[in-house]
């Protein structure tokens, strides 16, 4: 059995990369069938409020945020490059595993700069089921309690 670690490292290589170099439409393969994924600040995530800047809680949601994103929104273009800390298993099983990881996002806008976007911690849920390293649950906590109008792409 491959390790926690290796595992979700191998994972949220494969997740950014579908966010960074696409195709975009493989992000949503990331999760579970009835996963829950959310945006937030930290300063919301430490008192506990509920909503989210992005709130799903399926992975058809993630496929309609895509859907939308391909063909029914109009936004500057522009690219992201996720760079990531090394994941802290923060527990593990045969099963899954609950880590937090470190990350921070640039935006790249046509031919303009490229400028920090975001940067905070993801807070996952992982389920090890057949051979694959699904998301159960990934709550990014933003480090910042502004966050940006242009978010388009997932985090």
Same mark, same amino acid.
């Given at each position: 059995?491959?390790?926690?670690?290796?595992?979700?490292s191998r994972a949220q290589g494969s997740y950014v990369r579908a966010i960074d170099d696409g195709p975009i439409e493989d992000w949503?393969?990331?999760?579970?069938?009835?996963?829950?994924?959310?945006?937030?600040?930290?300063?919301n995530h430490r008192r506990g409020l509920p909503a989210g800047?992005?709130?799903a809680d399926n992975k058809a949601m993630l496929k309609d945020r895509i859907s939308a994103l391909k063909e029914a929104?109009?936004?500057?273009?522009h690219a992201y490059r996720h760079l990531l800390g090394q994941p802290a298993i923060v527990e593990? +099983?045969?099963?899954?595993? @609950?880590?937090?990881?470190?990350? =921070?996002?640039v935006r790249i806008t046509?031919?303009?700069?490229?400028?920090i976007f975001a940067s905070g911690r993801y807070?996952?849920?992982y389920v090890f089921t057949n051979g694959r390293t699904l998301l159960n649950k990934r709550i990014v906590v933003c480090? +910042?309690?502004?966050?940006? @109008?242009?978010?388009?792409?997932? =985090?």
């Open positions: 059995m491959t390790d926690a670690f290796t595992r979700i949503p393969e990331h999760f579970t069938d009835n996963a829950f994924y959310k945006v937030t600040t930290a300063d800047v992005i709130w929104n109009i936004y500057e273009p593990e +099983s045969e099963t899954g595993a @609950t880590s937090e990881t470190s990350f =921070l996002v046509g031919n303009g700069p490229t400028d807070l996952d849920e480090d +910042s309690s502004r966050i940006d @109008t242009l978010l388009v792409l997932p =985090l």
